[in-house]
């Protein structure tokens, strides 16, 4: 089976949930961004929490989010996996790469991560924070083209930030100031020209379902059916 969560911000305590003592060797746990559990190669406690997970029986997959250290994530080379490009971090665990589209059980899943820190203007490159958190044009332009390539017909898209529509109708719902980037408005013209099933994005810390085919999911563990 299929599972998705929101962001995780290295808390192992997100891997506690109920739902995933059942799963297995042939399931997935897809993280919406902020996974977090590679920030610092020198911390001994993160590298006990990634031997924890390495020892799940499940495969955990997960889109950058704006709170990673991206030196340590691209610094794995890319790997072919199930269909799309992927970093490698351990047997069972999977970093989905921008623009790309994989495979799970019969299913497509189209990712792009990436955001941007509402605080970005008031820290520097590589002291916690990183301009890689963006992406480049020419990762918005590989997720199009595989889009493309694919007629324009995805089963899942899973995406850390949101279509502008979804945030505003958030703004709407809850009163909280929002922004708009052009990330938002990238993935807004995905939306209107993209055939698809549901969308997931982790990035507004919220579980909500927005509509019937977009979901905004931070703690919750939603199976894939």
């Not at 399931?27 to 590298?47: A, H, N, R, T």
Request: hydrophobic share 35%.
């Amino acid at each position: 089976m299929i599972y998705l969560t929101g962001d995780t911000h290295g808390d192992l305590s997100c891997f506690k949930n109920p739902k995933l003592n059942k799963l297995g060797e042939k399931d997935y746990l897809i993280v919406c961004g902020d996974f977090g559990f590679l920030w610092d190669s020198e911390s001994e406690e993160e590298k006990k929490k990634l031997e924890q997970l390495k020892k799940k029986k499940y495969t955990i997959c997960f889109v950058d989010g704006v709170h990673e250290n991206f030196d340590i994530i691209n610094s794995y080379q890319p790997y072919r996996w199930k269909g799309g490009n992927a970093h490698k971090i351990a047997d069972n665990i999977f970093h989905l790469m921008r623009g790309e589209i994989f495979t799970f059980e019969g299913k497509t899943f189209f990712a792009m991560g990436g955001g941007e820190s509402d605080d970005a203007d008031a820290r520097e490159n590589g002291d916690g924070w990183w301009e890689a958190e963006q992406p480049t044009a020419e990762e918005l332009k590989n997720g199009v083209d595989n889009l493309l390539n694919s007629e324009r017909s995805i089963n899942y898209i899973l995406t850390y930030e949101a279509p502008t529509v979804a945030k505003e109708i958030l703004s709407q719902r809850t009163s909280r100031n929002i922004s708009i980037s052009p990330l938002n408005t990238y993935l807004q013209e995905l939306m209107k020209n993209i055939d698809y099933t549901h969308w997931y994005f982790g990035s507004l810390h919220i579980d909500l379902k927005i509509s019937k085919k977009m979901t905004a999911v931070f703690n919750d563990i939603i199976e894939i059916k």
